[in-house]
């Protein structure tokens, strides 16, 4: 059956066409991933930067050795990117393919009739509609992974000096994760092929002689099964995001909405008309006959209606849920930082500002000057080691300027061999007060260190490790206050202490800010290095879901030729036509952006609820340009592909075409 | 008009009939009620025979050839093919047995537009898994006189050429019963007398048998016998009858 799979796609190539885009552009981005992931494994650094930590093991591993980076210059964060966008990208060519087959299969139900009529077993339907799916897919994973190979040059020296991978990344061999991207294609692409094949295989020698190829009316209950257990499964994903889940809600948050998409997508033909009909209600109202004409085809032809709304749906809420959600991270953390510092004014020290702290201290109206050291502390676990900022603190001046009353155990024992560790850091790795902590410090001195406090998570304001500042001072002698939080004292007004650190500040390039000004330049720190992060996984996402909106609308209005020229015969202006197909991508897009709403504001709410329970004054950040951009840019393909080939096909063709 | 109404006289065992309808039925049952597309229909069609199944729209004509060819089951009754009943086979036994013993002509030429003729032709030996034998097909080509054409796509043909491709697919496995629904219904008088005379060889030459239905007197007059079909029932048979004949009994089966 080759042989006439072979065939089947060179005649059938306009079909087929949108099939090759699609998986052409997903292989393209995971092998883009896949370079780029095997570029940051490549990547070393300096050995003399790093070191060795033994492991005592447990738990079933065995006692090992494990290099750590000292300086903190990894590639760990782009590598976190590079997999979510690789998932990202799987998971939305896996739909698009899926789709499109399907469409092919069923533009040519009276040609798979035919075959069967002529003697073909439903096996070998089966393969051909296989095999056609192996040659578009070999085709398009190698152009795919040629792109790749020739866009990673371009993503590493983006990717380079940021704040995802602070290094200097280098190509490495492309020829292991280009072999995996394009053996993964084929993969995606059969797999997307295999129900479109099995519906091909169903298709009775009777269709050969029918005329229009009408689309079964209802879904089967497999179908509906799955939709449920997907559904099921959000419900649960979405439950866990909730205060107490601890840093997993973020990756929940992130992933629920896929499952929701892939829910609603499978129960889409069940669900879609009843939305589609509420949207209709002012359609029919204001318009005449075009509103009404366009409601009962999205009504009466759910499954075309759906599959057309499936990747609006899915790109507007995965996208949206990153967008709202990553800004209400956002917000949280602004609000720990807002919670955590009670000193009213913040000095900014550039990093050879020279000694700072006699300076401050002897400025007059100064009470408490609190600067912490960082030092670099790997903490070694059973199994692993990692790098982690440690800060030294001087207890009793930093209780005064920053909220840091602990949970358990008491800040004035925090002198000698002894740390202060953040509450989520104490649940994840189950230290309480009195446990030993192995570490080695950044001068490669192994020690052990007793916890005696556990305190409120504050990132941005404290490192997650507190340790005595004479501990930090005598590992890293050389090392300065990035920042002083300043309490003065009492009486004296922040405005007038901020005028005279300034004047005793002057030359030294430090920055004497107010507590606000603080925040809110960490806040937007935080937005910034989320941006890249955003571009480099809703970009790609984006470009390639235009792609299938546009795929699939194309494909489905190209269908329709017949139904066109039909309604012009009776007596439809091209005007009219037009007018209904635009009410109904407008509708079909309507419905699709109605659902990605919902998935969006449940995920991003509860994540904020989770990430926020407890402190005040959180402020409440909502990305308005983004999410309506992403909403317009679905709007304008939804329609837009609907009208483009719609206008083809009626300045083509006359109505005597009908008869024909 | 010799009316041979449904009788239920078989053949004897040594010349098994190459078709065998036995009292078949076909209900359709749909929300706005039932409908009897067939109402019980027997008759025999002998080997080598060439018979036209004639009647009004509606008449289940087109029922009754899709049941005989095993394209829809009947409710009730059985047919068998060569003494094989269809109504025991799985629907692969059924792909295999409609690949090596049937043919099918239809008024839509039902050509694939990707292959070329030649393969057009090729592909129902090359569903059975053999590879087609050259001469073979340039046989079958040259007995519908498509030489040369081997190479052209079905676009660039024109309708009489492209039903002889399709009568040459239909050969090619040398099937013992061809099925025929309405084979010149878009074709001009003469080009219809060209494939008229192919289904004629046929029977004549190598002893196939033709089912054919059609609504045009003048094709059925290519037919040994005519069998008339009203309301789902046969209501009669012509043995070999002229245009005129034909057209006399339709018109009086109308009328009734």
């Not at chain 1, 006439?4 to 092998?31: D, E, M, N």
């Not at chain 1, 998935?599 to 409440?620: E, F, K, N, S, Y």
């Not at chain 2, 292959?115 to 569903?127: F, I, K």
């Amino acid at each position: 059956m080759f042989f006439l799979s072979r065939q089947t796609v060179r005649r059938h190539l306009p079909l087929y066409a949108g099939s090759f885009v699609a998986l052409a552009v997903g292989v393209f981005l995971l092998g883009l991933a896949a370079t780029a992931t095997a570029a940051t494994l490549a990547y070393h650094g300096p050995i003399a930067d790093s070191v060795l930590v033994d492991l005592p093991g447990g738990g079933g591993v065995q006692p090992h050795q494990q290099r750590v980076t000292l300086s903190g210059a990894d590639t760990a964060g782009l590598q976190v990117v590079l997999s979510l966008m690789a998932a990202m990208s799987g998971f939305i060519t896996i739909f698009v393919i899926a789709s499109t087959f399907a469409f092919a299969v069923a533009a040519r139900r009276r040609e798979v009739g035919l075959l069967r009529l002529i003697g073909a077993t439903p096996r070998q339907v089966r393969r051909m509609v296989l095999g056609e799916a192996l040659v578009v897919a070999l085709v398009a994973s190698l152009t795919g992974a040629a792109l790749a190979q020739l866009a990673t040059p371009l993503l590493l020296a983006k990717a380079s000096y940021t704040d995802l991978a602070p290094v200097k990344l280098e190509s490495a061999s492309p020829w292991l994760p280009l072999g995996i991207t394009v053996a993964i294609g084929l993969v995606v692409a059969l797999l997307g092929a295999r129900s479109a094949a099995r519906r091909a295989g169903r298709v009775g020698p009777v269709e050969a002689l029918r005329e229009a190829a009408l689309e079964p009316p209802r879904i089967g209950v497999v179908r509906i099964g799955f939709g449920l257990v997907f559904l099921a499964a959000a419900i649960v994903m979405l439950a866990l995001i909730r205060p107490g889940t601890g840093e997993a809600v973020m990756p929940l948050a992130l992933f629920s909405p896929m499952i929701l998409v892939i829910s609603l997508t499978l129960l889409g033909p069940l669900v879609v008309p009843w939305i589609g009909r509420l949207w209709a209600i002012p359609l029919v109202r204001w318009t005449s006959a075009s509103g009404r004409l366009a409601r009962s085809n999205v009504v009466a032809a759910p499954r075309r209606s759906a599959s057309l709304a499936a990747p609006i749906l899915s790109i507007s809420a995965i996208a949206g849920s990153m967008v709202l959600s990553l800004s209400f991270a956002a917000d949280a953390s602004s609000a720990i930082v807002r919670d955590m510092l009670t000193a009213p004014i913040v000095i900014t020290a550039p990093e050879n500002a020279g000694k700072l702290a006699e300076r401050i201290r002897s400025t007059p109206g100064v009470a408490e000057a609190d600067g912490g050291i960082s030092v670099g502390i790997i903490r070694a676990d059973g199994d692993s080691a990692q790098l982690a900022d440690g800060e030294g603190i001087d207890p009793a001046v930093a209780a005064r300027t920053r909220n840091l009353t602990p949970i358990t155990g008491d800040l004035a024992q925090l002198t000698g061999k002894t740390v202060a560790i953040g509450k989520e850091m104490a649940s994840s790795a189950h230290y309480r007060v009195g446990s030993e902590i192995p570490v080695v410090f950044a001068d490669r001195t192994k020690d052990s260190l007793r916890v005696v406090a556990i305190v409120p998570d504050g990132s941005g304001v404290n490192g997650p490790l507190l340790v005595p500042v004479e501990l930090a001072r005598q590992h890293a002698p050389q090392a300065e206050p990035e920042h002083w939080f300043i309490q003065p004292v009492d009486g004296v007004e922040p405005a007038q202490l901020m005028g005279a650190l300034d004047r005793q500040l002057t030359g030294t390039g430090a920055q004497v800010v107010r507590a606000e000004e603080w925040e809110r330049q960490q806040d937007d720190g935080v937005r910034k290095s989320n941006q890249l992060g955003l571009i480099m996984l809703i970009g790609p996402a984006a470009l390639y879901s235009g792609i299938a909106i546009a795929n699939t609308l194309l494909m489905g209005s190209l269908q329709r030729r017949h139904e066109f020229v039909t309604s012009r015969l009776l007596g439809a202006t091209p005007a009219q036509i037009r007018r209904m197909v635009l009410w109904e991508s407008t509708l079909v897009g309507a419905v699709a952006l109605t659902l990605g709403t919902a998935i969006t504001v449940t995920a991003a709410v509860l994540l904020r609820h989770a990430m926020t329970v407890g402190m005040t004054q959180v402020p409440m950040t909502v990305p308005w340009g983004t999410l309506l951009g992403i909403a317009a840019v679905c709007m304008v393909l939804a329609v837009g592909s609907a009208l483009v080939p719609t206008g083809f096909i009626l300045r083509r063709s006359h109505p005597s075409g009908a008869v024909e | 008009m010799t009316s041979t109404a449904p009788t239920r006289q078989y053949a004897e065992p040594s010349e098994t009939p190459a078709l065998l309808l036995d009292g078949i039925t076909k209900t359709y049952r749909s929300k706005a009620g039932t409908v009897d597309a067939l109402r019980g229909v027997t008759h025999q069609f002998a080997r080598g025979s060439f018979t036209a199944v004639m009647g009004a729209s509606g008449s289940g004509k087109s029922t009754l050839l899709q049941c005989a060819a095993g394209l829809d089951r009947p409710t009730t009754g059985a047919v068998l093919l060569g003494g094989v009943g269809l109504q025991d086979l799985s629907e692969v036994e059924l792909t295999k047995l409609r690949r090596q013993q049937m043919g099918f002509v239809f008024q839509a030429y039902n050509l694939l537009p990707a292959l070329t003729v030649y393969d057009n032709v090729a592909l129902p030996l090359r569903l059975t898994g053999r590879r087609p034998r050259r001469e073979v097909v340039d046989q079958v080509l040259a007995q519908v006189g498509l030489e040369g054409k081997a190479r052209r796509r079905p676009a660039e043909l024109s309708g009489g050429q492209q039903q002889r491709v399709a009568i040459a697919r239909a050969l090619v496995t040398k099937p013992a019963v061809f099925f025929a629904d309405e084979p010149t219904g878009a074709l001009d008088s003469s080009t219809s007398r060209q494939i008229l005379g192919l289904l004629r060889e046929a029977t004549d030459l190598a002893g196939q048998t033709v089912v054919m239905v059609t609504h045009d007197p003048v094709a059925a007059g290519y037919a040994e016998r005519v069998l008339f079909l009203s309301d789902g029932l046969v209501a009669g048979s012509l043995d070999r009858g002229t245009p005129q004949q034909i057209a006399a009994a339709m018109s009086e089966l109308e009328e009734r």
